[in-house]
């Protein structure tokens, strides 16, 4: 069935026969066919009416009788149930992030999450009893609650949930609501001021140290991350971090070797967005050529030396026509000598080919074809070259065993 969820006539029938408390009862009537080709047919009984119908197996004939009984029943049907209510008025198993980020790509404004630091409860009192509770200040029940920012464009949202994903799908949700039945935007320029509001949104979900690292690719200038201090207890290490970026020098220091690392090329970065913007290089349209046919299929030389029938086929594919029909007309002579009568069409276009055989008779037909299409003529098999001891003559006479030597053991007549 098309929908998967939709309800088959079987089942419907067995609805429609537990609200009225009766039993269906499918009966098997009929089986006729061959066996590649069987039709069953099946009865259906609710209550005191029957319904018959045939189908090509048994479980196809029941829901064709089944489809009867429900149009032409006279019980009481049960109401149907109403549908469900979708809490995020969403079909399928599209989450609301998937489908804003379609609409933000339709309206060109990529849809950036950016994590918030969780709100402060004040004066937070669960009223829970904690007597008796060893170690009572780890057993705290206060939830945590994520918060997610959510740009699109020039408009914000603000998300709320349980975990940082259902944050992201309460704010998508927010602006769903929101730009659906908006315009889409003209797009603008990417020169001058609107470009660089754009880099500097790609490079929001960017780490510092990847945005350092590309800006330095970009200007071609070399990159250096050295540890040069580490200092404090084992449970309590601080690290400092230098980074070189050509000719800018910067500092950071943290209690992991990366957030030090971190927060030195955050500081770089405020002196590398200071640099002058690089002019900006158009780069050369490629053309390419298409490549020629290096063989012309419908021409009328080509396939000389193939099988007729593969020729033929060939040349029609080329053509981007209908493939050659064979039907074999008659079949005569005697049980030793037969004689095969083929026929081809291809269009309008029909001939005839006879032989021994039914593949002999295809190719003669095939070859005919081509003749009468204008094509050359394949050229011929050569003959299979004469096996030892086939028929050969000896002494003028036409014997089934091979040439006399000196060494033979045969012994031959005279005949």
């Not at 029941?62 to 809490?87: D, W």
């Not at 140290?209 to 290490?237: D, Q």
């Not at 291809?346 to 001939?351: E, K, P």
């Not at 190719?363 to 003529?377: D, I, P, S």
Request: with cysteine.
């Amino acid at each position: 069935m098309a929908n998967p969820k939709e309800k088959t006539p079987m089942c419907l029938v067995n609805e429609l026969a537990r609200f009225n408390r009766i039993q269906p009862q499918y009966k098997l009537l009929n089986e006729r066919g061959p066996a590649h080709a069987k039709m069953f047919t099946v009865q259906l009984a609710l209550g005191e009416q029957t319904w018959e119908a045939e189908g090509s197996s048994i479980k196809k004939a029941q829901h064709a009788a089944a489809s009867k009984a429900l149009n032409e029943t006279t019980l009481p049907k049960p109401t149907p149930r109403p549908p469900k209510n979708n809490v995020n008025n969403n079909p399928g198993s599209i989450t609301p992030t998937v489908e804003l980020n379609g609409l933000a790509m339709k309206r060109g404004e990529p849809a950036i999450y950016r994590p918030l630091d969780p709100k402060p409860i004040p004066n937070y009192r669960a009223n829970y009893n904690f007597r008796g509770m060893y170690n009572q200040r780890y057993h705290c029940p206060v939830p945590k609650i994520f918060y997610v920012q959510l740009t699109v464009g020039n408009s914000e949202f603000f998300g709320e949930g349980k975990t940082r994903q259902a944050a992201r799908h309460n704010a998508a949700m927010k602006a769903l609501q929101a730009l659906q039945n908006e315009p889409i935007p003209e797009k603008l320029p990417q020169n001058g001021e609107t470009g660089k509001e754009s880099e500097e949104d790609k490079d929001a979900n960017k780490s510092e140290i990847s945005v350092v690292f590309e800006i330095a690719l970009k200007r071609n200038i070399p990159v250096t991350f050295e540890v040069i201090k580490e200092s404090g207890p084992p449970h309590m290490k601080s690290f400092v971090t230098r980074v070189t970026v050509g000719e800018f020098t910067a500092e950071g220091e943290g209690n992991s070797k990366k957030l030090s690392k971190k927060r030195a090329a955050m500081a770089v970065l405020q002196e590398l967005k200071k640099l002058p913007p690089l002019p900006v290089i158009e780069k050369p349209k490629l053309y390419f050529k298409k490549r020629p046919k290096t063989i012309l299929k419908t021409g009328p030389e080509y396939g000389q030396g193939m099988n007729p029938i593969s020729r033929l086929a060939q040349i029609q594919q080329a053509k981007k026509e209908k493939e050659p029909e064979y039907v074999l007309l008659s079949e005569r002579g005697m049980p030793r000598r037969r004689e095969f009568v083929m026929q081809v069409k291809v269009g309008n276009d029909i001939t005839t080919g006879t032989g021994p055989n039914k593949k002999i008779a295809k190719r003669n037909a095939a070859e005919a074809m081509l003749l009468q299409l204008g094509y050359k003529a394949s050229t011929p098999l050569q003959d299979q070259t004469e096996k030892p001891g086939e028929n050969k003559s000896w002494n003028g006479q036409n014997v089934g065993f091979p040439e006399p030597t000196s060494n033979s053991k045969y012994c031959f007549l005279n005949l």
